[in-house]
């Protein structure tokens, strides 16, 4: 059942696997002692309220490949000393060892402990200015008829609110997560209670920030609408893209402007102040050679496609008036932008409008002349290419602006280190709303450790000049973390005792785990090496 083997007299094997990856990064957030300090001391166990939080952090972030089942006896294959402390031994966690630090972040205030650990990690300074993009997710909780475990299943991360059981709990949390998935700040609402998204969630992050410090919200476009550009205003610098139906948007995309060449000699850009909602701010017109192209051969095949369609309707027999009505009026529907037509249903065979056939052979036929509006015509291939944006910063560039909407990551969001959208726990973690808050603040660490160190191993990767193998063999520097996890699969911890010292030995440590590691700095290499040989390394450095 557990990894934990004795293989020799006097020798005793631990998986610490990518495990010590994962504490080198909570340490580096400085969250153990952040924790200590703003919650109660945990007394009468064997480990304080920080160590139970990176010993959850641990349990979360230790199944890349499959579902996550929380459990306290997991930790018994652990190195538990090195990993959480001297004296912590995973043999005697049981499932009440988390419940007491569970109470005391709920109490403390889950999404408050959350955020004092981002403010005082200083991770923010790690990235310039920060593009923000906000994600509501909604929990349910349930309890499993099989056994009697909960279960905690993400339900959906559009920013929607889904239909539920009666039986079921829910949870809603709002996250501010810059373009790498870091989330800075986050807030929670039982029961999915309705909150003014996501700019409560946007006025958290300033909150808990320095005034000095730089956001750019990169909000959906349904977001920039007349009711609410002054929201976005007030939230803080935004680069958004106006939607199509924008009628100040649409006659834009359709003008004729001179625009001048973008510094990546791939687009050109017309610049123009815009007062859309009673807010004055930027609007810059792209077009894309590439993207003008595709519109165009689009655009094409779609007033073809018109074309073909209208023939077959008045080549087709109906067997009413009104079908032949019908036809008619509703492919001008679909095409009366770009056409128009004189029509007329003609009866052959002196059938009464609206009568039903008396035979076999439909009598009626449309009878039509199709006109193709050409200056219509010409203004949808004006626009073909292009795109706005939206700004409200007056010192970003043309070209800045572009490329940071060029680099947004919207998809690579939430809580991606999951592979199935749901995990099981212990009912005792799921007995009531309170330690599901509080649950949910630990997910939310668990993203913030995720989602940096792929930050961190990618950047210092690239900085180093320094490659891993990728599932095929090819060498990258930018491998997911899920990857770099499974490279690190088989390490383990021996310990030696002989005539009553111990000697801390690492096993199947490779070239390739030993990059990923290295990669990460001091804080990760540090449980690799054994605290001794940490400390002297520094020393010779």
Request: with cysteine; proline share 4%.
């Amino acid at each position: 059942m557990f990894d934990s083997i004795i293989m020799n007299k006097g020798s005793r094997y631990k998986n610490i696997k990518h495990h010590g990856i994962v504490a080198g990064i909570f340490d580096s957030l400085k969250a153990e002692e952040v924790i200590n300090r703003l919650l109660p001391e945990n007394k009468g166990c064997i480990m304080s309220h920080g160590q139970a939080v990176k010993a959850m952090v641990l349990n979360i972030l230790a199944y890349p490949e499959s579902r996550p089942y929380i459990y306290p006896y997991f930790h018994v294959s652990l190195p538990t000393e090195s990993l959480l402390g001297k004296g912590v031994n995973g043999e005697y966690f049981d499932d009440n060892s988390f419940l007491p630090t569970l109470n005391a972040i709920y109490e403390y205030g889950a999404a408050e402990l959350f955020s004092k650990i981002v403010s005082e990690s200083g991770v923010t300074d790690e990235f310039g200015t920060n593009q923000i993009y906000a994600d509501r997710i909604s929990f349910s909780l349930s309890k499993r008829i099989v056994d009697e475990d909960g279960i905690f299943r993400i339900i959906n991360t559009s920013g929607e609110h889904t239909k539920r059981k009666i039986s079921d709990s829910f949870l809603s949390i709002e996250t501010a997560a810059n373009q790498h998935g870091i989330p800075f700040a986050m807030i929670m609402n039982p029961d999915s209670e309705e909150t003014d998204f996501p700019f409560d969630v946007i006025n958290t992050l300033k909150q808990n920030s320095s005034p000095e410090k730089k956001f750019c919200f990169m909000p959906e476009s349904v977001l920039y609408r007349k009711n609410s550009v002054k929201k976005l205003e007030e939230a803080g610098f935004f680069i958004v893209r106006p939607g199509i139906q924008i009628k100040e948007s649409d006659k834009l995309l359709k003008s004729d402007v001179m625009m001048q060449p973008c510094g990546d000699g791939e687009h050109l850009f017309y610049e123009t102040a815009s007062s859309y909602g009673d807010v004055n701010h930027r609007w810059i017109m792209y077009l894309s050679g590439d993207k003008e192209k595709k519109d165009c051969n689009k655009a094409e095949k779609k007033l073809e496609f018109a074309k073909e369609s209208f023939k077959e309707l008045t080549e087709e027999k109906y067997n009413s008036y009104n079908d032949a009505d019908k036809a008619i009026n509703g492919w001008l529907k679909k095409n009366s932008a770009y056409f128009s037509c004189r029509y007329e249903i003609t009866d052959k065979d002196g059938i009464i409008p609206g009568e039903e056939k008396p035979a076999d052979n439909p009598p009626f036929r449309i009878e039509a002349a199709l006109t193709e509006d050409e200056e219509a015509v010409k203004a949808e291939m004006q626009k073909s290419g292009r795109f706005i944006l939206a700004t409200n910063d007056p010192e970003l560039s043309p070209d800045e602006v572009l490329n940071k909407f060029k680099n947004r990551t919207v998809s690579d969001r939430g809580f991606r280190f999951l592979i199935y959208k749901s995990f099981i726990l212990p009912e005792e973690y799921l007995s009531d709303m309170k330690r599901a808050e509080s649950i949910a603040a630990i997910m939310a660490v668990c993203m913030l450790i995720y989602s940096l160190t792929e930050f961190r191993l990618r950047k210092n990767l690239r900085d180093e000049g320094m490659t891993v193998p990728n599932q095929l063999g090819k060498q990258i520097d930018n491998p997911t973390l899920r990857w770099a996890f499974y490279l690190c699969k088989n390490i383990e911890e021996v310990t030696k005792e002989s005539d009553g010292m111990r000697k801390k030995e690492f096993i199947f440590l490779n070239e390739k785990n030993a990059t990923v590691i290295d990669a990460l700095g001091p804080e990760c290499i540090r449980y690799y090496l054994g605290e001794e040989v940490y400390v002297n390394r520094n020393k010779e450095s």
